[in-house]
T-cell receptor, first 113, second 114 residues
Framework: AQKITQTQPGMFVQEKEAVTLDCTYD???????LFWYKQPSSGEMIFLIY??????QNATEGRYSLNFQKARKSANLVISASQLGDSAMYFC??????????FGDGTTLTVKP | SAVISQKPSRDICQRGTSLTIQCQVD?????MFWYRQQPGQSLTLIAT?????????ESGFVIDKFPISRPNLTFSTLTVSNMSPEDSSIYLC???????????FGEGSRLTVL
């Protein structure tokens, strides 16, 4: 069974500062993928970044980077230079061998001007 | 990327009735996933819809309550049967696509049961 834990129900960050959203996972699969999605108030789900379990380097995608620590089973999302438009719900998710994805409870990020 | 169209986008239904949600993808995919997002909560996988075989349901979800059809590689339906207010949720259709197999989602169907 897969499990994703996001321990921060809500986070605040000042505009232009960096913020880290925590995610830990548990799985017995040897190969898996870790994803972060953004859900604005409009409700759409937007893919942000991916990290494969065998990737040795941390993934980066523009202002998003993923701090992957395999031994600790953590995959934290770092957003640099926060913008007001970053205010949204953020979900960490994992896809295992069976191709199914499991989502964490999410973190609501609020960017303050 | 993938273009996924879901219908209806929202509906208000009476207790005891059933509603069928349609999901159309712009190209052929092997697996389609149906998720439920209850108010203020995360996404929970209901079932995986494979073309040519019965859907695979997750723990806590049964075919009698959530029958799924998958007549071809671009289309699927999810029916929410005998609805109760607890079924009020957003139902999302998704497919895995892209370089890393990331999920692409439809706009969701927001269901309110009175």
């Amino acid at each position: 069974a897969q499990k994703i834990t996001q321990t921060q129900p809500g986070m605040f960050v000042q505009e232009k500062e960096a913020v880290t959203l925590d995610c830990t996972y548990d799985t017995s699969d040897q190969s898996y993928g870790l994803f972060w999605y953004k859900q604005p108030s409009s409700g759409e789900m937007i893919f942000l970044i991916y990290q494969g379990s065998y990737d040795e380097q941390n993934a980066t995608e523009g202002r998003y980077s993923l701090n992957f620590q395999k031994a600790r089973k953590s995959a934290n999302l770092v957003i640099s230079a926060s913008q007001l438009g970053d205010s949204a719900m953020y979900f960490c998710a994992m896809r295992g061998d069976a191709g199914k994805s499991t989502f964490g409870d999410g973190t609501t990020l609020t960017v303050k001007p | 990327s993938a273009v996924i169209s879901q219908k209806p986008s929202r509906d208000i239904c009476q207790r005891g009735t059933s509603l069928t949600i349609q999901c159309q993808v712009d190209s052929q995919v092997t697996m389609m996933f149906w998720y439920r997002q209850q108010p203020g909560q995360s996404l929970t996988l209901i079932a995986t819809a494979n073309q040519g075989s019965e859907a695979t349901y997750e723990s806590g979800f049964v075919i009698d309550k959530f029958p799924i059809s998958r007549p071809n590689l671009t289309f699927s339906t999810l029916t929410v049967s005998n609805m109760s207010p607890e079924d009020s949720s957003i139902y999302l259709c998704s497919v895995a696509r892209g370089t890393d197999g990331e999920l692409f989602f439809g706009e969701g169907s927001r269901l309110t049961v009175l």
